[in-house]
């Protein structure tokens, strides 16, 4: 079992920025790719960036490209999602996930991550 606990969330204007944080515990050695989703109101949850908990290669939605920016302290067993320029269309929960399945592809971690943290609210202003 993994467990996950996102913080950070707030409400801010649109142009400023929001750092997330998802602090993992429990049997973090499993861990292999941890990334972020967001779900807005009557919308379905989509991903939004993740990263290999190991080597670090990252991925991200093309609605958040050049925005944010995810990493990761291996030590600390936490992710982090700095978002910069936030945009009204940005409001949405977002929660942390992990996927411990060795050698899935972004696309399997996609579809069907592994755990799920309680999420964070992040509400934008126009």
């Known amino acids: 079992q993994v467990q996950l606990v996102e913080s950070g969330g707030g409400l801010v204007q649109a142009g400023d920025s929001l750092r997330l944080t998802c602090a993992a515990s429990?049997?973090?050695?499993?861990?292999?790719?941890m990334g972020w989703f967001r779900q807005a109101p009557g919308k379905e949850r989509e991903f939004v960036s993740g990263?290999?908990?190991?080597?670090?290669?990252?991925n991200y939605a093309d609605s958040v490209k050049g925005r944010f920016t995810v990493s990761r302290d291996n030590g600390k067993n936490a992710m982090y999602l700095q978002m910069n320029s936030l945009k009204p269309e940005d409001t949405s929960v977002y929660y942390c996930a992990v996927g411990i399945k060795y050698g899935s592809t972004w696309a399997d971690f996609s579809r069907r991550p592994d755990y799920w943290g309680q999420g964070t609210q992040v509400t934008v202003s126009s």
């Open positions: 990263i290999t908990w190991n080597r670090g290669f990252t």
């Open positions: 429990g049997r973090t050695s499993s861990l292999y790719i």
